[in-house]
């Protein structure tokens, strides 16, 4: 069972980046996926989420109307559209299993991605 995050990349302020995860060894069907980010000196932030159970997003206050999540099934994979980027959103990115739905919508299970870095610099 493996997650497999990627697209991070430096881009400039303003600019667009789409993260990918990628699920192996079990299906979107079953378990839902949530993005994570940690910015350097700063705690791990729930960024946004996605539930297989009901399709109920949640979105951080401060990427709402920024950021979207979406999911593949047939890839089995779940995306993070990012648009109008700033310098804050720089940090590590990292998807994992959650639970919940809403504003409930929590890491469990145990199983991240190995962090793809996103730099927004200009």
């Known amino acids: 069972v493996q997650l497999q995050a990627s697209g991070g990349g430096l881009v400039q302020p303003g600019a667009s980046l789409t993260l990918s995860c990628t699920a192996s060894g079990f299906t979107l069907e079953r378990i839902s996926i949530g993005w994570f980010r940690q910015a350097p000196g700063k705690e791990r932030e729930r960024v946004s989420c996605?539930?297989?159970?009901?399709?109920?997003?949640f979105y951080a206050d401060s990427v709402k109307g920024r950021f979207t999540i979406s999911s593949d099934k047939a890839k089995n994979t779940v995306y993070l559209q990012m648009n109008s980027l700033t310098p804050e959103d720089t940090a590590v990115y990292y998807c994992?299993?959650?639970?919940?739905?809403?504003?409930?919508?929590?890491?469990?299970?145990?199983?991240w991605g190995q962090g793809t870095l996103v730099t927004v610099s200009s």
């Open positions: 996605l539930s297989s159970r009901d399709g109920t997003t």
């Open positions: 994992a299993t959650t639970v919940g739905s809403g504003t409930k919508c929590h890491a469990a299970d145990g199983y």
